[in-house]
């Protein structure tokens, strides 16, 4: 079965096919310590659409520096959210946008565990 | 049965222009976003620039707010994609910021989107198992 949704509860379906496919060839033990690194930096896509929902009351933006794309978070502080159009957008695409982010994260962790 | 290899080992190596395959039916594609940016791109080359000469695309503005952070910048863009930088930069700073920045996500997008291409023989994992 899939042995990563053991250890990190939560997964979505697009990112644990990801997942499973980058983490097939790990052993356990580097399994575990993947999983711990990569639980402690991914997004929840729920933070990102509460952040985007943000710049409809407060600051725009925020969702991309969470993501760490700061020049489009700073286009979107200086001009609010391109005048909400920007804002809207990733109301509609805050799941790819936490997917990008996470699957970079992945990428990351596979590299801090020697893979 | 040993699983067999999906992912080259390079493709992690920094640099490396081989791309992760193993997404199937889940796969994000990237292409709203890249078009929504050419899009945003594209409609100040038709702008004049000028006051009050277009159609304001301004949301805030439609819901009855009078100013809004981001105003001008459609203009400024115009005024960039006709040459006059000093005008650009006046009418709003951000002008040149905002093309550079769309332009770079969108070549970002591009990337990820053209390297992330699924190999149709190599889309095998728990959802789509080896026939």
């Not at chain 1, 609010?80 to 805050?94: A, F, K, P, Q």
């Not at chain 2, 930088?85 to 989107?113: C, D, M, T, W, Y």
């Amino acid at each position: 079965m899939n042995r990563l949704m053991n250890v990190i509860p939560g997964l979505e379906a697009d990112e644990m096919v990801a997942l499973n496919n980058m983490t097939m060839d790990l052993t356990d033990e580097q399994l575990r310590m993947f999983a711990g690194i990569y639980a402690g930096r991914r997004k929840t896509s729920d933070t990102i659409l509460i952040c985007t929902i943000l710049g409809f009351v407060a600051v725009a933006g925020i969702q991309r520096f969470v993501i760490g794309q700061i020049g489009m978070g700073l286009l979107y502080l200086f001009t609010g959210g391109l005048c909400l159009i920007g804002t809207i957008v990733d109301l509609i695409n805050y799941k790819r946008l936490t997917f990008e982010y996470n699957h970079k994260v992945a990428m990351e962790a596979m590299v801090m565990v020697g893979r | 049965m040993k699983p067999r290899k999906l992912i080259p080992d390079d493709i992690l190596t920094p640099g490396s222009q081989k791309s992760f395959r193993g997404y199937t039916h889940f796969r994000h594609s990237y292409y709203p976003e890249i078009a929504i940016w050419t899009v945003a791109l594209i409609i100040p080359a038709f702008i004049v620039p000028g006051p009050e000469t277009h159609f304001s695309f301004c949301l805030f503005k439609h819901l009855g707010l009078t100013w809004c952070p981001g105003c001008g910048l459609g203009e400024s863009i115009a005024l960039l994609y006709r040459g006059e930088l000093a005008a650009s930069l006046s009418v709003h700073p951000l002008g040149i910021f905002a093309v550079i920045i769309l332009l770079n996500r969108i070549a970002v997008l591009l990337n990820k989107q053209i390297l992330t291409k699924p190999n149709q023989h190599e889309q095998i994992n728990e959802c789509n198992p080896r026939p």
